[in-house]
């Protein structure tokens, strides 16, 4: 069985500062790895995702991150934060064979102004 | 245009009471899903459905049954509702049943139970 954990629940960091938003997965199998964005009363919507190749990923919004096998990471950055990307961010994960993908509980990025 | 759309959006009735929720997507997809999200923002799947087949049912009490009368639609109807109920119900999407296929999440239901 897959799990993921986000190491931080909440993350405030000022407007225009870079963002790291740390994900980590546990699984005995190769995945798929995923970060999606929840803004204020709205559902979840995906950032971007890693499927396979290349380990850094980019997404929407100037968002990117990087597969780490070794350290079975995929922490998700952003150079310069803007007010708008307060939200709730989700990473996940899904075995390369199953059919559903699991939540880790959530980072609120919280931005400063 | 939106693609996944619930209602209601919000959802406010007393404990023991039975109530449904509604989804439709627009996009073609073969796949919905239900999931809820507590007060702590802790996302879980209950149920997914593939070509109006149940494909996924997590360990969810039998008071909840989804229906699925076609592809486009997946209906949540719960029974003799409790106070732990309380939670955003969200409808998904996808275009196949597989963990590396994009969901598209509707906007969710705010349910409240007195």
């Known amino acids: 069985a897959q799990s993921v954990t986000q190491l931080d629940s909440q993350v405030p960091v000022f407007e225009e500062a870079p963002v790291e938003l740390r994900c980590n997965y546990s699984?005995?199998?190769?995945?798929?790895l995923f970060w999606y964005v929840q803004y204020p009363n709205q559902g979840l919507q995906l950032l971007l995702k890693y499927l396979s190749g290349s380990t850094l990923v980019k997404g929407i919004n100037g968002f990117e991150a990087e597969f780490n096998k070794s350290q079975t990471s995929f922490h998700l950055r952003k150079p310069s934060v803007h007010i708008s990307d307060t939200a709730e961010y989700f990473c996940a994960v899904s075995g390369r064979r199953d059919d559903k993908i699991i939540f880790g509980k959530g980072t609120r990025l919280h931005i400063l102004p | 245009d939106t693609a996944v759309s619930q209602t209601p959006k919000y959802l406010v009735t007393q404990m023991g009471n039975d109530k449904s929720i509604k989804c439709e997507q627009n996009l073609g997809h073969d796949t919905m899903y239900w999931y809820k999200q507590d007060s702590k923002k802790f996302l879980k799947i209950m149920f997914s459905y593939n070509n109006k087949e149940l494909i996924i049912n997590e360990t969810v009490p039998n008071r909840f049954s989804p229906k699925s009368p076609d592809k486009a639609h997946l209906n949540l109807h719960i029974n003799s509702l409790e106070l732990g109920d309380s939670a955003v119900y969200f409808c998904?999407?996808?275009?196949?049943?597989?963990?590396?296929?994009?969901?598209?999440f509707g906007p969710g239901t705010r349910l409240t139970v007195l």
């Open positions: 998904a999407s996808s275009q196949v049943p597989t963990g590396s296929d994009t969901q598209y």
């Open positions: 699984s005995s199998v190769s995945v798929y």
